[in-house]
C-alpha cells in the first residue's frame, strides 16, 4: 500500500472525461459539473467532447435551456468552440420539449455561430422530426426542402423519418414525392420506408395501391416483415374484407414468415367482428398448433365474439380456459363477461363476477358498472342499481353527466321509459345536472313509446329550469308527431321553435315534408318545401326523396320528372336510393318503358347497382307480361356482380305459378337453395297461396311442409283461403299430401 501511494498517477484529461460521462450516466449532473470544475482548475484545455455527456443529461432532464447557455455562453468564455454534436444534442432537447421553433432557429444561427460547425443532415432531420411531432407538416417539409436546398443530401433515415411522417398524416402524393427523389438521389428505400407507405395507403382508404406496394417490395428485392403484412390485414379486417386478409396471411405463412400473436390476433378480431366464428377457431386452432399460446387479448377477442351473439355458455367456457392455462383475468375479460351475463339476464351471476373482480384488485371501470346498473334496472331490481351508483360515490368514482346519459339512452332504446325516468330523478338527487342531451334523450325515448304528452311535459320542464332547447329537441318532437300523423303539433312546435330564436334545419323541414307526404297532402308538403327555400334552408339529396316519392305515390309523375331534372341541374350527386325511388315511381304510374330506358343508362355508368333496383325493374315487366326481358335481367344480375335476393327470387316463383310453369318453379326453388338464398315466410306463404289459387294441393302441401319444419306460421290470408279450399270437403283426397297437424284440423272443421 505504502508502495502503491508513493508511485501516485496524476489523472489525465482522458481520465476526468470517462469520470464525466460516468456521473452524468449515473444520472449525478451534480458530479459531473464537479468534476468539470477540477478539469478547468487544473489548466487542463477543455474541448468539445468533454461538455457532450453534460449536454446530453441536462437535455435528458428537460434543462436544454441550461444545456443552451453553456453552449452558446460558456463553452465560448472557457475558449472552447461547440462542435456540431454539441449543437445537435441541442436541436433534439428542444424537439424532445416541443420547442421545434426554438431548434430550427438554433439551426439557422448554426452557419453564422462563428464557429467552423454548419450543420448536418442529424442536425435537419431531428428538427424535421421535431415539426412532424408537433403536427407542423408544412414547417418539417419546408426544412426538408431547405436542406436540399442547401446541398445537404438526406440519408435514409431522414428520407424514412420523413416518408413515416406524412403517411401517418395521410399525405399521400407528398410521402410519394419525398420517395421518388430518395430513389433518385441513389438513396434505397428499407422495409420501414415500404412499412411507412404500405400503412399510409391503408390508413387512407388505398388497399390496392398498398397491395401494389407490396408487389413493388418483391420487385426491388426488399422481403417484408411482419409490419407490412400486419398493416394490410389490419386495414383488411376494421373493413369487413376478412376472406382477403386470409389470403395475406397464407401468402406471408408461404414466404416463411412466422406470424406473431399480433398477426393472429388481427386477424381473429376481424372474424369476431364479423360473426365468422367457424373461421375463428380454425385459425385459434393453427395458432396453438404452431406453439403461440393465447394471450389476454386474444381471450377477450373470444369472449367477446361469443358475447355479440349470445353465446353465453361457450364465453364461460372459454374464461374457465383462461384460468386454467394459468392466464388472470383483466379488467376488460371481466368487463366483458359481466356484460354478456347482464344483456342475458343473469345478472346474479354478473354481480358474482362483480365482487370477484374487487377481490383481485382490479378496478371496474364505467363499462362494467353501466352493464351492472343496466342489467339491474332491466331485472326491475332498482334499489340494487341506486345502492351500485352510491357504492361508486363512495369508491371516488365520478358520476358524470356523460355516464348517466349513456344509462338513459341505452333504456329509452329499449323502450324502458319508466327506468329512464327513475335513473333521471336518482341523476338530480345525487348533484348530477342534466344537459340538454340527457332531456333529448328521455323525449326521444318517450316519442318511440308513442307517450307524445310526456315528450311535450319534458320541454316544458326544460324551461322551468332555464335550459334552453336546441334543434335536435324541437326535430326529435316534431318528429314524434308526423309519425302518428298529428301534423297540426308538429306545425306548431316548428313556429314554437321559431319563437324561441332557433332556426329550422333541413332535418326540421324534411321531417315535416316527410309528414305530409306520409297523408298523401302533397300540397301542405310542396308549401313547407318552397318555405324551406325562401328562409335560406338548402334541402338534401333526403328531402329531394322524399318529395319525390310523394310526387310519385299521388300519381303526380310530371312533377316528379321536372323535379328530378332540377336536382340534376343543381349539380346535387344522386345516389342509388334517389333513382330506385324514381324507378320504382315511374313502374308504379305505369311508364315501365321510361323506367327501363333510366335503368339502362344506370347500367351504363359508374354507380355500382343492388339487386333491388334490378327487383324494381324484374316485377315491372312481370306485371305488365313481358317475362322474357325478366327473365333476361334476373340472368344479368350475376354479370353485375350481384346475386339474387328472396325478393328476386320471389317475384320469379309467383309468376312462373301464374304462368303454370309448375316444374320450373321447382327447379328455381332448388337453384335458390344451392345458391344460399334461404326462402322466408313472406316467400313461402306467397307461394302457397298461388298454388292454392290454382287448385295444386299437392304441390302446395310440399311448400306447406316447408313452412312447418322452418316454424314459421302461416299468415292470415294464406290460412283463410286455405280453409275456405279444404274444410268443405271437395278436395278431401289431397289431405293425405299435407303435413300431420292441418290433416287432424281439416276433419274436425268437416265432421
Given at each position: 500500500?505504502?508502495?502503491?501511494?508513493?508511485?501516485?498517477?496524476?489523472?489525465?484529461?482522458?481520465?476526468?472525461?470517462?469520470?464525466?460521462?460516468?456521473?452524468?450516466?449515473?444520472?449525478?449532473?451534480?458530479?459531473?459539473?464537479?468534476?468539470?470544475?477540477?478539469?478547468?482548475?487544473?489548466?487542463?484545455?477543455?474541448?468539445?467532447?468533454?461538455?457532450?455527456?453534460?449536454?446530453?443529461?441536462?437535455?435528458?432532464?428537460?434543462?436544454?435551456?441550461?444545456?443552451?447557455?453553456?453552449?452558446?455562453?460558456?463553452?465560448?468564455?472557457?475558449?472552447?468552440?461547440?462542435?456540431?454534436?454539441?449543437?445537435?444534442?441541442?436541436?433534439?432537447?428542444?424537439?424532445?420539449?416541443?420547442?421545434?421553433?426554438?431548434?430550427?432557429?438554433?439551426?439557422?444561427?448554426?452557419?453564422?455561430?462563428?464557429?467552423?460547425?454548419?450543420?448536418?443532415?442529424?442536425?435537419?432531420?431531428?428538427?424535421?422530426?421535431?415539426?412532424?411531432?408537433?403536427?407542423?407538416?408544412?414547417?418539417?417539409?419546408?426544412?426538408?426542402?431547405?436542406?436540399?436546398?442547401?446541398?445537404?443530401?438526406?440519408?435514409?433515415?431522414?428520407?424514412?423519418?420523413?416518408?413515416?411522417?406524412?403517411?401517418?398524416?395521410?399525405?399521400?402524393?407528398?410521402?410519394?414525392?419525398?420517395?421518388?427523389?430518395?430513389?433518385?438521389?441513389?438513396?434505397?428505400?428499407?422495409?420501414?420506408?415500404?412499412?411507412?407507405?404500405?400503412?399510409?395507403?391503408?390508413?387512407?382508404?388505398?388497399?390496392?395501391?398498398?397491395?401494389?406496394?407490396?408487389?413493388?417490395?418483391?420487385?426491388?428485392?426488399?422481403?417484408?416483415?411482419?409490419?407490412?403484412?400486419?398493416?394490410?390485414?389490419?386495414?383488411?379486417?376494421?373493413?369487413?374484407?376478412?376472406?382477403?386478409?386470409?389470403?395475406?396471411?397464407?401468402?406471408?405463412?408461404?414466404?416463411?414468415?412466422?406470424?406473431?400473436?399480433?398477426?393472429?390476433?388481427?386477424?381473429?378480431?376481424?372474424?369476431?367482428?364479423?360473426?365468422?366464428?367457424?373461421?375463428?377457431?380454425?385459425?385459434?386452432?393453427?395458432?396453438?398448433?404452431?406453439?403461440?399460446?393465447?394471450?389476454?387479448?386474444?381471450?377477450?377477442?373470444?369472449?367477446?365474439?361469443?358475447?355479440?351473439?349470445?353465446?353465453?355458455?361457450?364465453?364461460?367456457?372459454?374464461?374457465?380456459?383462461?384460468?386454467?392455462?394459468?392466464?388472470?383475468?383483466?379488467?376488460?375479460?371481466?368487463?366483458?363477461?359481466?356484460?354478456?351475463?347482464?344483456?342475458?339476464?343473469?345478472?346474479?351471476?354478473?354481480?358474482?363476477?362483480?365482487?370477484?373482480?374487487?377481490?383481485?384488485?382490479?378496478?371496474?371501470?364505467?363499462?362494467?358498472?353501466?352493464?351492472?346498473?343496466?342489467?339491474?334496472?332491466?331485472?326491475?331490481?332498482?334499489?340494487?342499481?341506486?345502492?351500485?351508483?352510491?357504492?361508486?360515490?363512495?369508491?371516488?368514482?365520478?358520476?358524470?353527466?356523460?355516464?348517466?346519459?349513456?344509462?338513459?339512452?341505452?333504456?329509452?332504446?329499449?323502450?324502458?321509459?319508466?327506468?329512464?325516468?327513475?335513473?333521471?330523478?336518482?341523476?338530480?338527487?345525487?348533484?348530477?345536472?342534466?344537459?340538454?342531451?340527457?332531456?333529448?334523450?328521455?323525449?326521444?325515448?318517450?316519442?318511440?313509446?308513442?307517450?307524445?304528452?310526456?315528450?311535450?311535459?319534458?320541454?316544458?320542464?326544460?324551461?322551468?329550469?332555464?335550459?334552453?332547447?336546441?334543434?335536435?329537441?324541437?326535430?326529435?318532437?316534431?318528429?314524434?308527431?308526423?309519425?302518428?300523423?298529428?301534423?297540426?303539433?308538429?306545425?306548431?312546435?316548428?313556429?314554437?321553435?321559431?319563437?324561441?330564436g332557433l332556426k329550422p334545419n333541413t332535418v326540421t323541414y324534411s321531417t315535416l315534408i316527410n309528414g305530409y307526404c306520409k297523408i298523401?297532402?302533397?300540397?301542405?308538403?310542396?308549401?313547407?318545401?318552397?318555405?324551406?327555400?325562401?328562409?335560406?334552408?338548402?334541402?338534401?339529396?333526403?328531402?329531394?326523396?322524399?318529395?319525390?316519392?310523394?310526387?310519385?305515390?299521388?300519381?303526380?309523375?310530371?312533377?316528379?320528372?321536372?323535379?328530378?331534372?332540377?336536382?340534376?341541374?343543381?349539380?346535387?350527386?344522386?345516389?342509388?336510393?334517389?333513382?330506385?325511388?324514381?324507378?320504382?315511381?315511374?313502374?308504379?304510374?305505369?311508364?315501365?318503358?321510361?323506367?327501363?330506358?333510366?335503368?339502362?343508362?344506370?347500367?351504363?355508368?359508374?354507380?355500382?347497382?343492388?339487386?333491388?333496383?334490378?327487383?324494381?325493374?324484374?316485377?315491372?315487366?312481370?306485371?305488365?307480361?313481358?317475362?322474357?326481358?325478366?327473365?333476361?335481367?334476373?340472368?344479368?344480375?350475376?354479370?353485375?356482380?350481384?346475386?339474387?335476393?328472396?325478393?328476386?327470387?320471389?317475384?320469379?316463383?309467383?309468376?312462373?305459378?301464374?304462368?303454370?310453369?309448375?316444374?320450373?318453379?321447382?327447379?328455381?326453388?332448388?337453384?335458390?337453395?344451392?345458391?344460399?338464398?334461404?326462402?322466408?315466410?313472406?316467400?313461402?306463404?306467397?307461394?302457397?297461396?298461388?298454388?292454392?289459387?290454382?287448385?295444386?294441393?299437392?304441390?302446395?302441401?310440399?311448400?306447406?311442409?316447408?313452412?312447418?319444419?322452418?316454424?314459421?306460421?302461416?299468415?292470415?290470408?294464406?290460412?283463410?283461403?286455405?280453409?275456405?279450399?279444404?274444410?268443405?270437403?271437395?278436395?278431401?283426397?289431397?289431405?293425405?299430401?299435407?303435413?300431420?297437424?292441418?290433416?287432424?284440423?281439416?276433419?274436425?272443421?268437416?265432421?
Amino acid at each position: 500500500m505504502a508502495q502503491a501511494g508513493a508511485d501516485e498517477v496524476t489523472p489525465n484529461l482522458c481520465t476526468y472525461g470517462i469520470l464525466i460521462g460516468s456521473c452524468c450516466c449515473a444520472g449525478r449532473l451534480d458530479l459531473g459539473f464537479a468534476a468539470l470544475g477540477n478539469v478547468i482548475k487544473k489548466g487542463f484545455r477543455v474541448d468539445a467532447i468533454a461538455f457532450t455527456p453534460l449536454l446530453k443529461g441536462l437535455c435528458a432532464d428537460k434543462r436544454t435551456s441550461d444545456a443552451m447557455d453553456i453552449v452558446l455562453r460558456r463553452m465560448t468564455q472557457l475558449g472552447c468552440i461547440p462542435n456540431v454534436f454539441s449543437y445537435n444534442i441541442l436541436l433534439k432537447g428542444l424537439c424532445d420539449e416541443n420547442r421545434s421553433q426554438e431548434a430550427f432557429e438554433l439551426l439557422q444561427m448554426m452557419p453564422d455561430d462563428g464557429g467552423d460547425c454548419p450543420p448536418d443532415v442529424v442536425s435537419y432531420t431531428t428538427v424535421i422530426n421535431g415539426f412532424f411531432k408537433e403536427g407542423d407538416l408544412d414547417k418539417a417539409y419546408g426544412t426538408y426542402h431547405e436542406m436540399l436546398d442547401r446541398g445537404i443530401l438526406p440519408n435514409v433515415v431522414t428520407y424514412s423519418s420523413i416518408i413515416a411522417a406524412l403517411c401517418k398524416a395521410q399525405a399521400m402524393d407528398k410521402a410519394m414525392e419525398v420517395l421518388t427523389s430518395m430513389v433518385k438521389n441513389g438513396v434505397m428505400p428499407n422495409c420501414r420506408t415500404y412499412n411507412s407507405i404500405v400503412h399510409g395507403y391503408c390508413s387512407s382508404g388505398q388497399p390496392k395501391e398498398a397491395i401494389g406496394f407490396l408487389k413493388k417490395m418483391h420487385s426491388d428485392g426488399v422481403e417484408p416483415d411482419v409490419v407490412t403484412y400486419n398493416s394490410l390485414m389490419d386495414y383488411l379486417c376494421k373493413n369487413g374484407r376478412c376472406t382477403e386478409a386470409r389470403k395475406i396471411f397464407d401468402s406471408m405463412t408461404k414466404r416463411g414468415l412466422k406470424p406473431e400473436i399480433t398477426t393472429y390476433g388481427t386477424l381473429l378480431q376481424g372474424y369476431a367482428t364479423k360473426g365468422a366464428l367457424v373461421e375463428m377457431h380454425g385459425l385459434l386452432d393453427l395458432m396453438v398448433r404452431n406453439g403461440i399460446h393465447p394471450n389476454h387479448y386474444v381471450f377477450n377477442i373470444l369472449i367477446c365474439a361469443y358475447a355479440k351473439q349470445g353465446k353465453v355458455d361457450q364465453a364461460m367456457l372459454v374464461f374457465s380456459k383462461m384460468r386454467q392455462q394459468g392466464l388472470n383475468p383483466n379488467a376488460v375479460t371481466y368487463g366483458a363477461v359481466i356484460g354478456i351475463l347482464c344483456k342475458s339476464g343473469r345478472v346474479k351471476d354478473a354481480m358474482l363476477y362483480f365482487e370477484q373482480m374487487i377481490d383481485e384488485g382490479l378496478s371496474p371501470g364505467n363499462i362494467v358498472y353501466n352493464s351492472l346498473i343496466h342489467g339491474l334496472c332491466t331485472c326491475n331490481k332498482w334499489e340494487r342499481a341506486e345502492e351500485l351508483i352510491l357504492e361508486m360515490l363512495d369508491r371516488g368514482i365520478c358520476l358524470n353527466t356523460i355516464f348517466f346519459n349513456s344509462i338513459i339512452d341505452s333504456h329509452c332504446k329499449e323502450g324502458r321509459v319508466i327506468e329512464s325516468e327513475k335513473l333521471f330523478e336518482l341523476m338530480v338527487r345525487i348533484g348530477v345536472k342534466p344537459n340538454v342531451i340527457t332531456y333529448n334523450t328521455l323525449i326521444d325515448g318517450c316519442c318511440l313509446a308513442g307517450k307524445m304528452d310526456e315528450a311535450t311535459k319534458l320541454l316544458a320542464s326544460m324551461f322551468s329550469v332555464g335550459m334552453k332547447p336546441d334543434c335536435v329537441t324541437y326535430n326529435t318532437l316534431i318528429n314524434g308527431y308526423c309519425k302518428i300523423s298529428r301534423m297540426d303539433e308538429a306545425m306548431k312546435l316548428l313556429s314554437g321553435m321559431v319563437s324561441v330564436g332557433l332556426k329550422p334545419n333541413t332535418v326540421t323541414y324534411s321531417t315535416l315534408i316527410n309528414g305530409y307526404c306520409k297523408i298523401s297532402r302533397m300540397e301542405d308538403a310542396l308549401v313547407l318545401f318552397k318555405e324551406m327555400e325562401s328562409s335560406g334552408v338548402s334541402p338534401d339529396i333526403i328531402t329531394y326523396n322524399i318529395i319525390l316519392q310523394g310526387l310519385f305515390q299521388t300519381r303526380r309523375t310530371a312533377a316528379a320528372k321536372e323535379l328530378y331534372v332540377r336536382i340534376t341541374e343543381s349539380g346535387m350527386q344522386l345516389e342509388l336510393w334517389t333513382y330506385n325511388i324514381i324507378l320504382h315511381g315511374l313502374c308504379k304510374n305505369n311508364l315501365t318503358d321510361e323506367a327501363l330506358r333510366m335503368f339502362q343508362n344506370l347500367c351504363l355508368t359508374d354507380l355500382q347497382l343492388e339487386t333491388r333496383t334490378f327487383n324494381i325493374m324484374i316485377g315491372a315487366l312481370l306485371k305488365c307480361g313481358r317475362m322474357d326481358e325478366a327473365k333476361d335481367l334476373f340472368a344479368a344480375l350475376s354479370a353485375n356482380g350481384l346475386v339474387p335476393d328472396v325478393r328476386t327470387y320471389s317475384l320469379m316463383a309467383e309468376n312462373l305459378i301464374e304462368q303454370g310453369l309448375l316444374e320450373e318453379l321447382d327447379d328455381l326453388f332448388l337453384s335458390m337453395e344451392e345458391n344460399g338464398c334461404t326462402a322466408n315466410s313472406r316467400m313461402l306463404n306467397s307461394i302457397v297461396r298461388k298454388l292454392l289459387q290454382r287448385g295444386d294441393i299437392t304441390r302446395a302441401g310440399t311448400y306447406l311442409f316447408m313452412i312447418d319444419e322452418k316454424h314459421f306460421s302461416l299468415e292470415a290470408s294464406t290460412a283463410s283461403l286455405f280453409l275456405d279450399l279444404l274444410s268443405g270437403g271437395k278436395y278431401q283426397e289431397y289431405h293425405r299430401f299435407l303435413p300431420e297437424k292441418y290433416k287432424s284440423f281439416i276433419e274436425s272443421l268437416s265432421c
